[in-house]
């Protein structure tokens, strides 16, 4: 059971060029999310999925889109690099949060220069 | 608007000694509560969670946590801190159409020998 994989695990791009961060779950879980952790701002939800076909804006989405065509999987699409984008991604999915909490992937580490 | 504030951005504890690190939460309803642990370079890993019951709860790696409403309060506690524990860690509470999480901004633990 692998959980929750994320890749690429580091990335450096330039301004201005695009990139998606994958995010893959084998363990059938409806709900699925993207947060960007900075230092000292502790996690922000940029957007999240209550299942296939369905996707919501959370607390800081603007330069990103997200799809989620399956119940696997959530990439998440940066359109055009900026500085302010360089971050650390979580993936995170759940059946149901009140009982289970989040399963996080490993993270991102993307640099934009 | 649901928030969560963890007041002390750094914590130092000596091998051994007590540790609390503090978690104040803003909901209008009962909260679903949960602490994460972060190691350099790992994603969030689960520790506790509260949802209902017994205000006392128990977690991993010999961690606890009590809910007091009164306080509007989720405090992680350990009678005896290992260097291992030295980590970040997020207090969050889950609410939402959509099961999301609104984290603190982490506390970072460094344990002394």
């Known amino acids: 059971n692998a959980g929750v994989t994320q890749t690429p695990k580091f990335r450096i791009l330039k301004i201005g060029q695009s990139m998606t961060l994958q995010c893959t779950q084998d363990m059938n879980h409806n709900y699925m999310y993207w947060y960007r952790q900075d230092p000292g701002m502790g996690l922000k939800l940029i957007y999240y999925?209550?299942?296939?076909?369905?996707?919501d804006k959370g607390e800081v989405p603007n330069g990103y889109n997200v799809s989620r065509s399956t119940t696997e999987d959530f990439p998440l699409r940066l359109e055009l690099a900026a500085p302010s984008q360089t971050s650390v991604y979580f993936c995170?999915?759940?059946?149901?949060?009140?009982?289970?909490?989040?399963?996080f992937g490993s993270g991102t580490r993307l640099t934009v220069v | 608007a649901q928030s969560v504030t963890q007041p002390d951005i750094h914590i130092t504890v000596s091998e051994g000694a007590s540790l609390e690190l503090r978690c104040n939460y803003s909901?209008?309803?009962?909260?679903?509560l949960f602490w994460y642990v972060q190691s350099p370079g790992q994603g969030l890993q689960l520790l506790l969670k509260?949802?209902?019951?017994?205000?006392l709860v128990q977690g991993i790696k010999g961690f606890e946590a009590e809910f007091k409403r009164s306080q509007s309060s989720f405090n992680l506690r350990k009678p005896s801190v290992h260097w291992s524990d030295a980590a970040e860690y997020f207090c969050?509470?889950?609410?939402?159409?959509?099961?999301?999480?609104?984290f603190g901004t982490g506390t970072s633990l460094t344990v002394i020998p």
């Open positions: 999925s209550v299942g296939a076909g369905i996707t």
């Open positions: 909901y209008g309803a009962t909260p679903y």
């Open positions: 509260y949802f209902s019951g017994d205000t």
């Open positions: 995170a999915s759940t059946r149901q949060v009140a009982n289970y909490g989040y399963t």
């Open positions: 969050a509470v889950g609410a939402g159409t959509g099961n999301q999480f609104y």
